[in-house]
């Protein structure tokens, strides 16, 4: 028999369900996630279900083989980085970022390499097939290959699928999609919920991988509830400014790769351009003998690189002096001015302060540290740091400098792009003893003073 229909509210963030609507969510302590769903009738069945005869049963795992699995590359390097090597058989992947940012154009792009040996089934729930022809037209994109589908009805979309067989279905997007068997609208937890888990069953059913595009809320999470991320094999993050022209392409769930690389795009006219050498771009048209600008290394997963910390300390004109920091933690930078003040005899408690990293990127990783507390007091003084020189470390709370892991990788490619000297903590000196690295100077410092004189 069947059961009645009930009004809901499930949290946005954790997928927490409540009968009334709540301003805060119990159980992530979020506000005002809490949206009215509808949870459609279930039916029961009086005599349980026996199980098929052809049920699996446990097999060893030495005896499970990965012979047969394959990837396909995408024709991007970048992106293959990202999603660990290509895209997997049977894969769900959920692109996600900010309106305008180039997810949709990045999958038209790729279709234009995978359907030279690959059918593709691209759906579109948002774009008409007219206004998807004029975008491919400019990208270039002609791939016989590729066929365009404009259905919002999830159910048809899965019946084409089986009818078609492709080897890649693209979905655009997820929130447009909507289950005739549920009442409440696209967009909704339900509709993203159920959705995203038919297009699921779909993908592992068929063998057959699904690239989701999905929106992103005004905080920039991934709009629909929180298990949408746990449904899918693979989460990638489209990052930057849309006023700027470099795009990071980030994993943030991967079940067949590291969650740690990143890929790096310049979108243009033409699209978007993998970027080969992202440290060479992020440094173009640095300054010259400036005060307050300092370049360090950071490490993207197995990837160094290197970026460009500014740093302005300047008389504030109000009573409560700002504090404001673009790609990097403000409360890291809160941490960094009190242990200059603190331990190292530079007083910025007068003073608006402000961080920028150069080229869009987001750093948290804390050997940038260092690089920050060095464009300050730069700034400060007015002194400007050499040219040639490239600072990372980690500062701790008593003002000494901490040791950073791969820093042989870090200062082969400040090597690699011509700088001459490495400013490091001094523990790691004892790393690595024993490499040798020819044209470039390793100077370790033991504190935050000691690393400012030698990098002016």
Not at 5 to 24: A, D, P, R
Not at 403 to 419: K, N
Not at 426 to 444: N, Q, V, W
């Amino acid at each position: 028999m069947a059961g009645k229909t009930k009004i809901i509210y499930q949290c946005t963030q954790c997928g927490y369900e409540s009968v009334k609507w709540l301003g805060k969510c119990p159980e992530c302590g979020e506000w005002n996630t809490l949206q009215e769903s509808v949870r459609e009738p279930q039916f029961f069945q009086s005599a349980p279900v026996q199980r098929a005869k052809t049920a699996s049963l446990p097999t060893p795992i030495n005896e499970i083989s990965t012979e047969d699995e394959h990837r396909y590359f995408t024709g991007l390097s970048e992106l293959d980085r990202v999603l660990g090597g290509g895209i997997v058989k049977g894969s769900l992947v959920l692109i996600s970022g900010d309106p305008g940012i180039g997810k949709s154009t990045i999958l038209l792009q790729i279709c234009e390499f995978l359907g030279k040996n690959l059918q593709i089934l691209y759906v579109s729930g948002e774009e008409s097939a007219r206004q998807l022809k004029l975008r491919a037209s400019r990208l270039g994109v002609s791939s016989q290959n590729l066929k365009i589908l404009t259905e919002t009805d999830v159910q048809y979309v899965v019946s084409q699928i089986h009818n078609e067989v492709p080897d890649l279905v693209m979905i655009d997007s997820i929130q447009t999609m909507n289950h005739t068997d549920l009442t409440s609208s696209p967009g909704s937890v339900t509709q993203v919920r159920e959705c995203t888990n038919t297009m699921m069953r779909c993908a592992k059913a068929m063998d057959i991988p699904i690239i989701v595009v999905g929106h992103v809320n005004k905080d920039g999470a991934i709009a629909g509830p929180k298990v949408l991320e746990h449904i899918v094999d693979a989460v990638l993050l489209f990052e930057g400014d849309r006023q700027m022209t470099y795009r990071i392409l980030r994993a943030v769930k991967n079940r067949y790769g590291s969650t740690n690389e990143i890929g790096v795009f310049d979108m243009g006219d033409r699209g978007l351009k993998q970027v080969e050498n992202p440290s060479l771009a992020m440094l173009s048209g640095r300054p010259k003998d400036s005060s307050g600008t300092c370049v360090t290394a950071v490490m993207e997963g197995s990837r160094p690189l290197l970026a460009e910390i500014q740093g302005l300390a300047t008389t504030s004109g109000f009573g409560t002096p700002r504090r404001m920091s673009t790609g990097f933690d403000h409360n890291r930078l809160s941490l960094i001015l009190a242990v200059l003040e603190k331990r190292a005899g530079y007083f910025f408690s007068s003073l608006d302060t402000y961080i920028n990293v150069v080229g869009g990127l987001r750093l948290d990783e804390p050997a940038v540290d260092l690089a920050v507390a060095v464009a300050l007091i730069s700034s400060l003084k007015d002194m400007p740091v050499r040219e040639d020189t490239v600072v990372f470390g980690e500062i701790g709370l008593a003002g000494e400098l901490r040791s950073i892991s791969h820093s042989d990788f870090r200062i082969a490619e400040a090597r690699r792009l011509g700088f001459h000297r490495c400013i490091l903590p001094h523990h790691g000196l004892k790393i690595l003893a024993g490499k040798s690295f020819e044209d470039i100077e390793i100077i370790g410092a033991r504190n935050i003073r000691q690393a400012f004189e030698a990098a002016i």
